[in-house]
């Protein structure tokens, strides 16, 4: 399935291709691409036309590129696509003419020639097209009197069949335009695969008329009704993005049991749980009614979702209620089945042959892993990559979300470095690794809200897709940044909010405050992720998400760039990267007294008068470690010492935040500090 024999280019993007500034940021990078001279002009008589009669989806696809290149650019471009290819700028050529669902390891390559006077697209599928089509919107950029595509030469394909991206909507619902607006990011970068979230013992999501106790108990009214459904299944299929759901089994199944407790290992009653974590209600996997719960649930929902592939969960199961359930216990012994794990694998064996009775291929989390299992069965690997690698030697398929939990809010750098088939999966065999898919990034949604999610999706995804679409060996961290921040930008004109809503939600924090001080505040901090969070406030599904923390980006585009400068002024001093940390450092110096006054009056903000002191003590200690570089004098060991043990303090959570801004100034402290 994963095609690694191709030899790639590494190009450090296009070189010095034409006379622009501006050069493109493709992201994921394409397996093989060669500049030519000269660009393609995108003027207002730029047209799209199809070699062939164009099967509807592509030319829905071609529209779409359409209104979003003249969005991009700014300039007006007619939206339908023209029927004679010779007045056509960008020809597409694909012999795909019927619309199918797109299915697992399908050609999804496509090659793309841009010269000075045209452009030419060339797949055998329409997937490939539609890969193809962003990669000509990510070419464009402003060139010499008009926005370019520079001349290139294309070939392009994925080294996973698999690139998910796992949104869970039962912590907190995620309305509609939610998931369609990161549908369209997912387009953006070439993702494939959109795992959905559904069941939990914090909600049902999705309606079911044959069992409607499910949604209208176990949801406050916040669920997908089919016809949403079937909307958004046609919406990620028009952007090549197969849609796989999940219902968990046996455990996280609390609200399950709202409206059919006689399916639960205890008596109840049950209600959903607002808190986060691992609870006790549990199926009773010893019922038969049990079964044919779950044949007629998978009756109702396995023809509303075409994949091939449904995920059961299976993971997070405490045992708890199969241990006080004197029955169960019997049960277990009866049937020799050693344990609740051996319960649990029996569960699996009998859910598995009624998802094939319906048609589909199983999928569960690494729990789900067990000898009696059939092989056909996906599994996830989420607790670690030993179980990835085993489960491949077992001769499963496999996907790897371990390092990919968006949640954590890690930096993209640390997702980058992530790769299938590194670590364990280095001593499989040809054949076991080829078992591995490819990888889910997921966001899991305890401490993320419907304003809050792109932030905490993008664009670090961004940096996942490319690791599961381009070769191994792109893997220049700074090079994936620089192209990171642009895909940022970009994703803004499709509408993620992960830029937009910002500036709107530090001004909430304090309404009358300079929004560029709020600014400097919320860039120079980073929020903890989940693991930092749930120790620190007892959050519910009704915590309000609008604290600092919630308004911070996951990563700070600002601190690390200064990161970036400090670094290149170490190795060699020069005066415009001084100029730019001096403006930073002064300007972190003096924020706290523009703040001041509306940290103590605003009851969402006073938690950050600390940090925002320490933002300029940092400005202050920062200056002084630069004057002495500059003066090449040094803060002598005593100073440094004392510097370094303040920033140390400094670095200490605080809000559910971290002051990132500690990091460029620690550089410059023992850059200064004298051979310490
Ligand atoms: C999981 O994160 N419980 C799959």
Request: include cysteine.
């Amino acid at each position: 399935m994963n095609c690694i024999r191709f030899a790639f280019l590494p190009a450090l993007l296009i070189g010095s291709f034409l006379n622009a500034e501006v050069k493109p940021a493709l992201m994921p990078l394409p397996r093989k691409m060669t500049v030519a001279d000269g660009a393609l002009r995108i003027d207002p008589k730029f047209r799209v036309g199809f070699a062939t009669r164009p099967e509807a989806r592509l030319d829905r696809a071609a529209r779409r590129m359409i209104a979003r290149l003249s969005a991009q650019t700014g300039v007006p471009l007619a939206s339908v696509p023209v029927t004679d290819t010779r007045l056509a700028t960008l020809v597409i050529e694909c012999p795909e003419t019927v619309d199918r669902p797109d299915t697992l390891g399908e050609s999804e390559a496509y090659q793309l020639d841009v010269t000075s006077s045209r452009a030419r697209l060339r797949a055998p599928t329409v997937v490939g097209a539609l890969r193809g089509l962003q990669t000509f919107l990510q070419l464009v950029v402003p060139g010499d009197g008009s926005f370019v595509a520079p001349a290139v030469h294309i070939e392009d394909e994925p080294r996973f069949a698999w690139r998910g991206l796992l949104i869970d909507v039962t912590s907190h619902f995620m309305p509609v335009p939610v998931i369609e607006r990161n549908l369209d990011a997912m387009e953006a970068v070439k993702m494939n695969v959109f795992h959905w979230h559904f069941t939990d013992d914090q909600g049902w999501r999705v309606e079911s008329k044959r069992y409607p106790k499910l949604h209208q108990l176990g949801s406050n009214g916040a669920y997908y009704t089919q016809d949403d459904i079937r909307h958004l299944l046609a919406y990620a299929h028009d952007r090549g993005i197969r849609i796989i759901p999940e219902f968990d089994m046996p455990g996280h199944s609390a609200t399950w049991l709202i409206g059919y407790p006689e399916l639960g290992s205890a008596p109840g009653p049950y209600s959903i749980i607002r808190t986060f974590g691992v609870y006790d209600p549990v199926l009773d996997p010893t019922k038969e009614s049990v079964y044919q719960f779950i044949d007629g649930l998978l009756d109702e929902m396995t023809p509303l979702f075409p994949d091939a592939y449904f995920h059961i969960g299976g993971d997070e199961v405490n045992g708890v209620h199969w241990k006080a359930n004197s029955s169960i216990q019997s049960f277990i012994r009866s049937h020799q089945l050693k344990d609740e794990g051996g319960l649990q694998a029996y569960f699996n064996q009998r859910v598995e042959a009624l998802v094939k009775k319906h048609g589909k291929t199983m999928m569960g989390w690494d729990e789900v892993l067990h000898p009696n299992l059939p092989k056909d069965i996906v599994v996830e690997s989420w607790r670690d990559r030993e179980s990835m690698a085993k489960a491949a030697r077992d001769g499963h398929p496999v996907l790897l979300s371990w390092g990919y939990y968006l949640d954590h809010l890690k930096p993209a750098g640390k997702h980058y470095e992530v790769d299938p088939l590194e670590g364990p999966a280095k001593d499989l065999t040809a054949a076991e690794a080829a078992r591995i898919l490819g990888g889910e990034a997921c966001m899991w949604t305890e401490y993320a809200s419907p304003e809050t999610i792109d932030s905490r999706i993008w664009p670090r995804t961004a940096a996942i897709a490319e690791r599961l679409w381009s070769s191994a060996n792109a893997s220049d961290v700074a090079s994936m940044y620089q192209r990171l921040d642009r895909i940022s930008d970009s994703l803004t004109w499709r509408g993620v909010t992960h830029q937009s809503n910002y500036a709107a939600m530090l001004q909430r924090l304090a309404p009358t405050a300079p929004l560029d001080a709020l600014r400097t505040l919320g860039d120079a901090v980073q929020p903890l992720g989940i693991d930092g969070r749930e120790g620190h406030h007892a959050y519910n599904q009704e915590t309000p998400l609008n604290r600092l923390v919630d308004a911070a980006r996951a990563e700070s585009v600002r601190v690390r760039r200064l990161e970036e400068g400090v670094a290149r002024y170490l190795a060699s001093p020069n005066l415009s990267d001084e100029a730019a940390i001096r403006r930073e450092l002064e300007t972190w110096r003096d924020n706290h007294s523009r703040l001041e006054s509306s940290l103590t009056a605003s009851y969402l903000l006073k938690e950050a008068a600390p940090l925002s002191a320490d933002l300029s003590r940092l400005g202050t200690m920062g200056l002084e470690a630069l004057d002495a570089l500059r003066a090449r004098k040094t803060l002598g060991p005593d100073r440094a010492k004392g510097r370094l043990d303040a920033l140390t303090l400094m670095e200490k959570p605080r809000a559910e935040v971290t002051l990132a801004a500690v990091r460029p100034v620690r550089m410059l402290v023992q850059g200064a500090a004298g051979g310490h």
